[in-house]
């Protein structure tokens, strides 16, 4: 059992290393498409392999918050990537029932970071509770505007793009904050300053490189 852990565990520590690189590669690269696809490919099978490990590690450590987080995490990658599909979603595209039930299951997972956050504040009176509240906060807005952009007709042209740049930006941002967290061990940083720094840090910048896309209302 104990070799079957050791290779997860570095599985997962291969997987990280590689989304950290071909992230920031597909980042850097992203007007030149015929090379930021296949980085931006190898990037998310980096981060399944991330969301796959880490949910196998937190639940043989029983550690709830790094099982909701590994959730958390994954589904900007999962539909930042599946919105490259939703290029006609502007003109009625039937959005599959897969991508529905993706929305229902990361909501659950939010709204549990929330119902967390509550129990530890509760219980220790920490201000640590604040991760989980954001994550939970943060992840079901995301929820909520996709299933509104599945349900509406008035669906910007770009949408897909937005949520493509979002999400996938978003995914790695939590890459770079796992990266940061076990790190932190070295710089001994307070941990609302390394959990929640890279998404205070990076968010606006792209909420204003998305904002960039948005020429209208509808296409």
Known sequence: METVNSII?????LCGGFALVTGLLAILLRTRIKIHKPIGFIFYCAMTGVFLSSIYLAILKMHLFF???GFFTYHAALTGYRALNYKQLHLG???????WWIEY?????NIG???LAALIF??????DAFIPLVFGLLGLNNVIRNLKNFKTKAVQKSYWLQKHIGNMCGSYIGTVTAFIVNMNKYW????????????LIVAP???MEIRKLKKGRVA
Not at 105 to 109: K, R
């Open 9 to 13: 565990l570095f599985i997962h520590v």
């Open 67 to 69: 099982f909701l987080v």
């Open 93 to 99: 595209q039937k959005v599959l029932w897969v991508d």
């Open 105 to 109: 299951v990361a909501g659950t997972i």
């Open 113 to 115: 970071l929330v119902v």
């Open 122 to 127: 509760l219980k220790y009176k920490s201000s």
């Open 188 to 199: 001994d940083l307070p941990n609302l300053v390394v959990w929640l720094g890279p998404t």
């Open 205 to 207: 910048i792209i909420f």
